[in-house]
């Protein structure tokens, strides 16, 4: 995973969030409709902590871990700048397949939005799904983001020059079959795997969850452009609110899965 680091030791994934906001919007959307007010919540995988900020500013006590220390440490920095620092239990380098500085069943939720994205293996993915199980609470939900191929395939179609080795369709077709995805152009980001959105409910079931929803993360907006978001948000607040609506309303659309450039599955450990 030494790659992996090494990416995001050089990556702005506060920023890449700012400045894309939409994935984040929509996911906390349906985050903050199902987290447990008060609780102690898990954000595994978190990076540079956006999503735990927002849990600890709701009243939620948060543990917070990532692969990369950089990220960990950042993340200390982001609470403490927000003085939002007592509301963290701690924050811990670790990975998501190894998670044995917490007991069974210590979190009340858990956040799982990057480990799946890098972990190329089977029996990975389903080790890092095994110990979210573990550590979460009988009838706790869970969050856990993923990427698909289909939209990958689109990128690769759409600007095949930055998605390498994807360029041609002889590696296309590759990726279709397995879903993995090694940069050839050093320090872009790579390590990846991406689902075939049909298999993961049945991955997330196989091993103790109950679905609740899969949503598209950008939903129906995710190829608009930043000077499109902001004619929308620029039309006054009723046109707004109604235009993020329609957005929250068809994230759940299962026809538009696939062209999201992320999705989060909420369920529930049974």
Known sequence: MNHIVQY??????????????LEFIVNWHFISRFVPKGGHVLDNGAGPGKYAMELARGGNTVTLT?????????????????????????FHAADARSLSMFSDETFDASLMMGPLYHLQLPSDREQAVKELHRVTRK????????????????????????????????????????????????GRFTGAYSFHIDDIKPLMEANGFETVKLIGSSSIA??????????????????????????????????????????????IRK
């Open 139 to 186: 009838d706790g939900y869970v969050f856990v983001s993923f990427m698909t191929r289909i939209r990958h395939l689109l990128n690769a179609l759409a600007d095949p020059q930055s998605w390498r080795p994807t360029d041609n369709m002889t590696q296309i077709r590759t990726f279709l079959e397995t879903g993995v995805f090694n940069h050839s152009d050093e």
């Open 66 to 90: 990532d692969l990369t220390p950089r990220m960990v440490q950042i993340a200390r920095e982001k609470a403490e700048e927000q003085a939002l620092l007592e509301r963290f239990i701690g």
């Open 8 to 21: 995001y030791n050089q990556f702005d994934e506060w920023g890449r969030l700012d400045r894309a906001p």
């Open 222 to 267: 995710g190829a608009l452009t930043k000077e499109q978001f902001n004619y929308w948000n620029a039309t006054g607040d009723n046109e707004y609110r109604s235009f993020m609506q329609l957005i929250y309303d068809s994230a759940e659309n299962v026809h538009l899965l696939g062209s999201s450039s992320h999705l989060l599955y909420i369920g």
